[in-house]
Nanobody, 121 residues
Framework: QVRLVESGGGSVRTGGSLRLSCTAS?????MAWFRQAPGKEREGVAA????????FYADSAKGRFTIARNSAQRTMYLQMNNLKPEDTGMYFC?????????????????WGQGTQVTVSS
């Protein structure tokens, strides 16, 4: 099973930026970022095809977040700009996509431990 290690979370003020990283131990066709705010369900933020870097974004991420990957290093990044308090939550890296929508958590079989992002006003 693919193992994932995330890094890069932290605390920023509204309008700030953070860059998350996730490194996979093995090959995976797609990687994705999900987030979960307290008391809410986990939601997909962005996904990327590791072969050609094709990105997919949730509406909440379009225009502010950029997903990228370094295939040789099996690493995925999420650059988050113009952060808002509603972006606060635990961010999880996902991989080992089997079937289903790229921003659906049920489609992924490998998960990282999560990294906390806190945006204060």
């Amino acid at each position: 099973q693919v193992r994932l290690v995330e890094s890069g979370g932290g605390s920023v003020r509204t309008g700030g930026s953070l860059r998350l990283s996730c490194t996979a131990s093995g090959y995976t066709t797609y990687m994705a970022w999900f987030r979960q705010a307290p008391g809410k369900e986990r939601e997909g933020v962005a996904a990327i095809a590791t072969a050609d870097g094709s990105p997919f974004y949730a509406d909440s991420a379009k225009g502010r977040f950029t997903i990228a990957r370094n295939s040789a290093q099996r690493t995925m990044y999420l650059q988050m700009n113009n952060l808002k308090p509603e972006d606060t939550g635990m961010y999880f890296c996902a991989a080992d996509h089997r079937e289903g929508h790229l921003l659906s958590q049920s489609a992924y079989y490998a998960w990282g431990q999560g990294t906390q992002v806190t945006v204060s006003s």
